[in-house]
């Protein structure tokens, strides 16, 4: 990576039943770490122009629906070397059923192909044990296992090629969705991946649930605030590989 070359990022951050403002701060904040880096801050995809113009994308959203042709764009933003960094919810899209259930029906498939995953359900929040799986990899070395706490654990089905990173183990049922046993049957779960396309390459972290005292209404009134991996040292570190990843500041492996 050349010094003192501008590199043009874009922050889609809205995400429902989480504390998009907090989340939005913290992702400024790392951003901000590199004078090089310029960045444009937007809560939908809308803008294809300037994600076709960005070298890197950052998503910290949850229920926000591409268009079809919101979804042509972000494929041909990675067709062509473009790399995006999707966080937590991007993968979930969702809907209530008559009964207060949760449903995840799959109604943007190739945004879900894209992103190499499709969020299905999970259970309560709960800690979280995470294993590295690949300790040579730059986005993971020198990173130990660690725990999180009060995360949301993500039962996802993956969608294409993964290159697995991060994983943890759970097997609770997900109280309140409609697919409340998927997942329960499988040892491990990926926490991040790698997903290429094209000539380039998403990078999805399951991690970062955040909620604030508002953010679940009108299911619950009020709630405790929850800041999750939010309030842990190393997830802090895997975005800040994961920016630099971004942006070409990480050596990758030959």
Not at 23 to 36: G, I, V, W, Y
Not at 202 to 210: A, P, Q
Request: a negative charge.
């Amino acid at each position: 990576m050349e010094a003192n070359q501008k590199h043009d990022v874009y922050l889609v951050c809205n995400a429902k039943y989480h504390d998009t403002n907090f989340a939005r701060l913290e992702l400024l904040k790392l951003l901000a770490e590199n004078e090089d880096i310029h960045t444009k801050v937007a809560e939908n995809f809308g803008d294809t122009v300037a994600i076709k113009h960005s070298k890197l994308l950052i998503t910290y959203t949850c229920d926000l629906r591409p268009s079809l042709e919101e979804q042509e764009a972000l494929s041909a933003f990675l067709d062509n070397g473009g790399r995006w960094f999707a966080l937590h919810a991007t993968n979930a899209l969702l809907e209530f059923t008559k009964d207060g259930r949760v449903d995840t029906p799959d109604v943007a498939p190739k945004f879900m192909q894209i992103l190499g995953s499709r969020f299905m359900a999970h259970p309560a929040n709960q800690k979280i044990s995470v294993r590295v799986t690949d300790v040579d990899h730059p986005l993971t070395r020198h990173i130990s296992d660690f725990e999180v706490e009060d995360e949301e654990p993500y039962y996802c089905e993956p969608q294409g090629e993964q290159i697995v990173l991060l994983e943890a183990s759970y097997s609770e049922p997900s109280v309140g969705y409609v697919k409340s046993d998927y997942g329960t049957d499988k040892e491990s779960h990926p926490q991040m991946y790698l997903h290429p396309h094209g000539q380039g390459e998403v990078l999805y972290l399951s991690l970062g649930h955040c909620s604030g005292k508002h953010d679940m209404k009108p299911m619950v009134d009020i709630q405790p605030v929850v800041r999750g991996s939010w309030e842990s040292p190393v997830y802090y570190e895997l975005l800040r590989r994961g920016i630099r990843w971004g942006i070409g500041g990480m050596a990758l492996p030959n």
